[in-house]
């Protein structure tokens, strides 16, 4: 009995996805729950499992393939036995050439012709690739049973994709003479032809990078975003994360950042100026009484931004775990769409990558959003004297139609003195 495999009920404001990965090819047994496709929305990946133990009977959507909610993806045959499919395996080698390559299960149970001698083997198994392989398959189009192994267990590798790409590379780039017509002018062959080993390569945006290209012209567009910049002396929190880090780690089992103290000298400092956590929806100001802050992070798919629910009562620890799980739910492609909506004010750190200063882009609808930057010991004048300190560029983007600049310069002077003075975030000072 054949089972359709449709597309699920897509999340709130998405009307359609992309197929970007097939982790099964016709004919090979599936198990109920699996996940057998992933669907790529403007916000998350989407994974659709197997309706019901049998094989795979039908691919009816490729990658690449626009799709809608309940539209068909594919069939299983549900209840099919595995012995089937090894017989069929079987059979299909008996009758290949002594001179030729099996071809596997799924090419003999869907009728599909063994690989040439010169293709390269395919991956004994297409479960399981790692989130890097994922994205350098998906940004450049590649079929996983097409890309060459260098393990013995079939398992792909990101150095695998690499080598595929470079011979894939180096085949276009080099002209010959079997490519081109006999007939042809010899102008036209050469025109057909890279010059000087310059190839390109055109490939298609992922959906989320389409809509990070969107919403930041829409920034740019319908928001009066100016930027104002302080610097602010990380000494004294790092000298609290020296004295109480060991302790911190092992009361709860959670690394001490830095990250932690912004996410609450943001809450203080929204606290005091609440039109920094308002957003305008038409003529109105939606004054919002919660503070949902939002984490920038840069993951193999493009920046998202998850977020913290009422950071305003989370704990250091607790904001800190929080966001090394949605970190690592990013790298993996987990996060879930309630996770990555909402937010009333972001937080950047682009310092992570070694940029010393810049001018976040206003996530929209909110109003502001802070960027953290570079750590680095550069001379200051204090009481008179040059010391050298470790000092960080801060900027606070703001949407000018609501926030002034007086209130936008004392709110990023806030969050300084609450970095500055650590003691201030416990005392609420």
Known sequence: MSVEIKVPALPESVSEATVVAWHKQPGEAVTQDQNLVDLE???VVLEVPAPADGVLEAIDRAVGDTVTPDDVLGRVEAGAAPAAEVASAAAAGGQASAESAPGSAGDAAS???????????????????SPAVRRLVREHGLDPAQIESSSGDGRLTKEDVLRHLERRAEAEAAPTAATAPQSAPAEE??????????????VPMTR???RIAERLVEAQQNAAMLTTFNEVNMQPVMDLRARYRERFEKAHDVRLGFMSFFVKAAVEALKRYPAVNASIDGQDIIYHG???IGIAVSSPRGLVVPVLRDA??????EIEAQINELGKRAQQGKLSMDELTGGTFTV???GIFGSLLSTPIINPPQSGILGMHKIQERPVVE????????????????????IDGREAVQFLVTIKDCIEDPARLLLEV
């Open 189 to 202: 062959s050469a025109a057909a032809a890279p010059l000087g080993g310059r190839p390109e390569q055109r």
């Open 312 to 317: 305003d009562r989370l704990s250091f620890a």
């Open 348 to 350: 950047t750190n682009g």
């Open 208 to 210: 989320l990078r389409q």
């Open 41 to 43: 929305t403007d916000k």
């Open 290 to 292: 919660y503070y949902d």
């Open 111 to 129: 009728g599909a012709a063994p690989p040439a001698a010169e293709a390269p083997a395919p991956a004994a198994s297409l479960d399981g690739l």
């Open 383 to 402: 009481d008179g004297e040059i010391v050298v300190r470790p000092m960080m560029y801060l900027a606070h983007t703001y949407d000018h139609r609501l």
